[in-house]
């Protein structure tokens, strides 16, 4: 169980026991996900956590099967590839009555199989008689449903909470929970069963079976989640629920659908196509399809919802190859991008949005992130995204469609982002529950001096800066594509200007890098940091610091063997345990080896692709999760699990996709109907990689990579349309 509390000006997760270890199986769609134990059920007594959720709110927080009274035992579970069904098998324990052996284990395999679709958590459960004689069995069903709050779950303790109605009975196949939260919104869990059981009440369902040799028994249990503002009308006709069966093709059907349209991406190496494999459908499963397109949400469980930072950057990695998602990434935060002054959200005119909640205690403002703001950096990485977008497809249209937005964020960035007038972004909170680090590193404690000294506020973080050069260098080819020129060169002086200001000021010779940051007197924070790497993928950093820096990554105190460290370990609160203080964060190293490509030392960054790619293997299902313990490699170890760490995580998911851009230099240039690959390089452990399907201006291609001693062979194997392919060696 993990608990989210507040120390200080502060809210974090504290562990208290490592979700590592309960193997929890996760099943997301759209804005309801599941989390189970291995055997398929919902117990609240094994891990707090564990629930069917929607908006935020546990919809059933209890859902056992038992056989005679007790629980069966496992034979194995597995959630398929695409994320769309999680499926279990049980077999039956000995089963006696009064001291005489009824039914001896493993007679009656018990087959489960669970999907979401549409608010909804569909089962079907298959008994089986493998045994020479009839078998009779009990089979009950317990439920129930606590409408917690997601902050609740994580610790947060309420003085009040609304109020349970009456559990209404729906004939004899259905019930009905219902909980008026303190926001005045009616929730409602309807539970259904097929076919109907022979006994229901308010918690508990059960079947009396007979088996035959040989005999099969198949039941089905739906369990639906809602929310409405008016309150049900006792005794009205409920809403049939579709059948598993048809819930099933159609989730089927639409992750189909969904991924039809991508580009596929496969190696010469098994294992490294089961991490890519791992990666577009934990992408797929966790992108939710908004009014405005599609958003991946940051991670299940506690991030299961639109974040600002991690929606642009998560996007950006994966923006070579599925630039929708960008779209979708952009439209949202457009439309929720702040217009007015609002310190309890830390909101402030052309803001955009770090975190947005539904639940009941964000609709009531006992926590503050209904629309909370409290991120610095994710408005220069909206500017730069919609750049970066723009580039990639050519869409004048679009980016016409958004340049109020991009405007108003310029503004914020040089009103409110830079108030001092010094030239560069700071944060400091305004909302006293807000957030108080507001970069990526957002715990309390991510930001301090050499000796261990937090840095006071305003703070100017070095990966910042990069972001805001990269946001006007990019803005100012928007201006120009618009007609703009004057701004455009306003634009382009600025960034000129910083990056200047940004040497003088950022760089520590004695450290090898970036500052961490700047506090709030202008002093630096001499902190050995993964932050410094962020200036080269944003191209703020000087040609020569990022060649320092191309070696600096890689000694001892930075470079675990599996990754770059967020904190050096010579540092004063270097923890290898830590969530931002010494731990290995996947996107992290993504944007060093990007960054470290753009500068042209590619062959340095592949050992952080070589560290990521061994460290898939150790991860249940080759899935890189939100973070890992930093602790050196040792021969013939895995790396150290986290004990909190989201899983799946989005921009983890991307990091594949991050790092392949960069190794293989490629770029996709929409408007000039060119696809440039520079200096492209594969890894030791792929002999050749093919990607199939790569659109680019309307075009498509396939390209077929083969790795040579000194050289990497590019080959146009199939293409439609008008594109140039181009290769710089």
Known sequence: MSEKIRIGDQWYVLATSARAEERLQVLKSDETFALFNRFGDIQP???????????DTRFLSRFELLVNGVRPMYLGASVKENNSLLVVDL???????????????????IFRA?????????????????????????????????????????????????????????????????????????????????????????NHASYDIELLPGGERHLYCTVACSSSDEPAVPGACAPRLCTYQQAFRKNEETRWQARSGNCSIGSSNPLMDRWLERSVADLDMLTTDLPTGPFPYAGVPWYSTTFGRDGLLTAHLCLWNQPQMARGVLSFLAATQATEEDAASDAEPGKILHEARRCEMARTREVPFGRYYGSVDSTPLFVLLAGAYWQRTGDLAFLRSLWPNILAALDWIDRYGDRDGDGFVEYAR?????????????????????????????IALCEVQAYVYEAKRLAAQMCAALGEAQRAQQLDAEAAALKQHFQERFWCDELGLYAMALDGDKQPCRVASSNAGHALWAGIAAPEHAARMAQRFFEDDLFSGWGLRTIGSGQSRYNPMSYHNGSIWP?????????????????AAMRLLDGMFDASLHFERHRLPELFCGFARRPAEGPTLYPVACSPQAWACATVFGMLQGCLGLHCHARTHELEL????????????????????????????????????????????????????
């Open 45 to 55: 007594w094994d891990a707090g956590e564990q629930g069917l959720y929607q908006d």
């Open 91 to 109: 077999m039956n324990p000995d089963l006696a009555t009064e001291g005489r052996l009824e039914v001896a284990k493993g007679t009656v395999h």
């Open 114 to 202: 669970k999907l979401l679709w549409q608010g909804a958590c569909h089962e079907h459960i298959r008994l089986s008689n493998h045994g020479l004689q009839p078998v009779r069995l009990t089979v009950e069903l317990h439920f129930e449903a606590d409408y917690v709050d997601l902050f609740e779950v994580r610790g947060i303790r309420r003085e009040r909470r609304g109020v349970r109605a009456p559990v209404e009975m729906l004939g004899n196949d259905g019930l009905a929970f219902r909980y008026e939260g303190l926001d005045g919104v009616w929730r409602c869990t309807q539970l259904q069963c097929d076919p109907a059981p022979d006994v229901l009440n308010s």
């Open 430 to 458: 305004r909302s006293k529950d807000g957030l108080v680090q507001q970069g990526w590193k957002d715990s309390h404690d991510s930001i301090f001096h050499t000796d261990g000294r937090y840095a006071d506020a305003p």
């Open 587 to 603: 996107h992290d190293n993504a944007l060093v080896f990007a960054g470290l490509a753009r500068y042209g030392h590619t062959e």
């Open 678 to 729: 520079s200096a492209p390089r594969l890894p030791a452990f792929t002999n050749w990689l093919e990607i199939r399907g790569l659109e680019v201006a309307g075009a498509k291609v396939d390209l077929l990579l083969q790795r040579y001693r000194d050289s990497v062979g590019v080959e146009v194997t199939g293409k439609t349309g008008e594109l140039a392919v181009r290769v710089h060696v």
